[in-house]
């Protein structure tokens, strides 16, 4: 076992020598890298997904029209839409190579932008100054070696060094870099996304943390349970293809016995997940691992670890405590078999049920646990009902090798009593088991229609109790995509088998491996419902923010450079209100400009409300006025100077944050408190003309 704390200072040097084989043209390991493939296709897969399909739906064009008006508002910040941002490029590679202390990353991110490349450097770059703490400085080092530009931001205060660098068409970003900043070449495999871990490498780049670290066993512990990991997905016709392979542990797992799968009904069955287990190898595991980061833990700065010993002879206690004899290592090493969960279509709530691997330990466990329950442990193939004080009440049955629990009662009479028509004969789990090998540790089969069709009026209550924070603009059109997608979504599936000394598995379905299930229900009430209201607020921010930046700032320069208000006579001109810059007021001459546009000038636009305020040279500001401008010489030099306009939404509903501009064109940002500002808040409770704003900057 890695020895982090001793070693430390070895693997520094070595992290730190590999990375400078870079100037000599070696390759360095990274830890991790993540690379996401050419954008061209990765938009072309899809486009020809079920993901278009979905998107295209009626009961989405409102969440369309906000993502299009949010890429509409990046594109005029950036000079160049997103998506073709996306499509120009060829690839994206990030890697991480490891720390040199607690705040400092070692790591790179490259872009393979092609014609973009230039223009989005000079952004990178402006933005980059422009967002700098006061403490960080901007460098203009020689280039390296093949860059056509490059520059270098130094962190005052938590000393990174970041270099930024573009080689033709490729932006490379170079954090704390202790070799030679270079260009690789652009991912070349088929996958639309890619992720790798190389254990040692982590391990070794992790290690300088460690003499910082407050429990370095404990890190010490944690490191030495990763395995080298690797995936990649597609975009694939149903929605994703994902296989992944991770390193070790191999010995835990065994086939899963299919056959137990023939025990679950098929008509009410919407979701059936299986493992094999070996129980000998799950307790080294614990005793081994799991358990010393527990005893750690339990430490945390008082003293010296309990023994593992000590820490099972306490479960044992708190189990004899409570009437049940049988030990921990006992139960667990007895483990061997294939688990099984299902979740079944039942009323009035969904149904969970848990099928687990029978043997004298596991008897005498789930038989004490009965008898606390104040019922008497069912004889083999019966069954019997649990009152646990809640609504729901457990049917828990004795298999002839398996204990079955299940809130879902016709579940554990069918499992006690097969009958035809049982799960592996559905769509669901025919395609599940025709694609896992049959040395599949591990398997899920997900009827995702059935799913969506339990979660629906469930999500409908939540809706209908969540009243005027759903319009029903968005509530119907949400239970029209649910009912669709209870129609027509079709299965997701997965599997997992050994090669090697790894486990390789392969996924394939529309929300992603690991979420069916009882995660669909969760996606879609706790994801998509609130994604859909919050994306008009992120819209209406952006909006907001956008037309302070490029819409009142802008105007502000015009109207005070075109002397559209000169109240002293002395032809500079001072700056304007919403109104006069809108052309609902006419100025001076019955001339009424279009500097801003009509909504904005109004006061009002997407959710939030506008002002402006003037000096009125009594350390105090002039309001909108609703009419003609008064003719007011006092205060009219510092309204040539000064002004500051705010943005705040309406309610919480629009938006969370109130937007600041003034003279200096930069944007700031702080919560709403659901009150508009005064004049003055963004320069502090007692700021005024010509303070620093107190507020921070916006960072888009």
Known sequence: MLRLRASAAAATVALLAAALALGAGEAVQPAVTVTIGDGARLIGRWQASAYRRWWDHAALAAA??????????????????????????????????????????????????????????????RTVDGNRDAAATLLDEPAPAGADEAFTLLDGTGGNRTVFARFQGTIVVAVNPVGAV??????????????????????????????????????????????????????????????????????????????????????????????????????????????????????????????????????????????????????????????????????????????????PAVDRLVEGLVRLADAQAPAEGASTMLALGIPVPLSVGRGIDHWVASNDATMVAHWLAPQPGAWDATVAGAATLAAAPATTTALSGIDLGQIVRMATPWIGMGLAQMGDHVPAEVRQPLLTLLADLGDEAGVERSATWIEGDAHVSEYRGLLGGGIGGVGAIAVVAAIAVPNLLESRVTA????????????????????????????????????????????????????ELRLLPGGIGQGESDGYRFAVFLPNGNGGAIIEPLGMRPRVVVGADQRERYWVGYAWPISADHGRQVFAIDQTGVVHVLPSTGEPPAWNALYGDAGTWGDEPAWPRHHR
């Open 182 to 359: 270079l260009a690789l070449p652009a991912p070349t495999d088929d996958a639309d996304a890619s992720f790798t871990l190389d254990a040692d490498a982590l391990r070794a780049g992790l290690a300088p943390l460690a003499s910082a670290n407050e429990d370095p066993e404990q890190l010490e512990a944690m490191l030495a349970m990763y395995g080298d990991a690797e995936a990649q997905l597609w975009i694939v016709p149903e929605g994703m293809r994902l296989v992944s392979r991770q390193s070790g542990y191999t010995e835990l797992t065994a086939p899963v016995d299919r056959a137990l799968l023939a025990r679950l009904p098929g008509a009410t069955t919407a979701l059936a997940a299986a493992a094999g287990v070996h129980g000998q190898a799950l307790w080294a595991l614990l005793r081994d691992r799991v358990l010393p980061m527990v005893a750690q833990a339990q430490a945390a700065g008082r003293g010296a670890p309990p023994e593992v010993a000590t820490i099972v002879a306490e479960a044992d206690d708190a189990l004899a405590g409570l009437g049940i004899a049988v030990g921990v290592e006992e139960v667990v090493t007895a483990f061997d078999g294939t688990c099984v969960i299902a979740l079944s279509n039942a009323a009035p709530f969904p149904g969970l049920t848990i099928a687990l691997p029978r043997s």
């Open 64 to 125: 369309r029209a906000e993502l299009d008006k949010g890429l509409a508002v990046a594109e005029a910040e950036l000079g160049i839409a997103p998506l073709d941002v996306l499509a120009g490029s060829h690839g994206v590679d990030l890697r991480f190579f490891g720390m040199r202390a607690e705040d400092q990353p070692i790591a790179t991110l490259q872009a393979v932008l092609g014609a973009n490349a230039e223009a989005l450097f000079a952004l990178l770059r």
């Open 540 to 591: 209406n921010e952006a909006a907001a923010a956008a037309a302070l930046k490029s819409g009142l700032f802008p105007a502000q320069v015009q109207f005070q450079g075109g002397c559209y208000s000169d109240e002293d006579g002395d032809d500079i001109g001072s700056y304007g209100f919403l109104r006069e810059m809108s052309g609902a007021q006419p100025v001076a001459g019955g001339l």
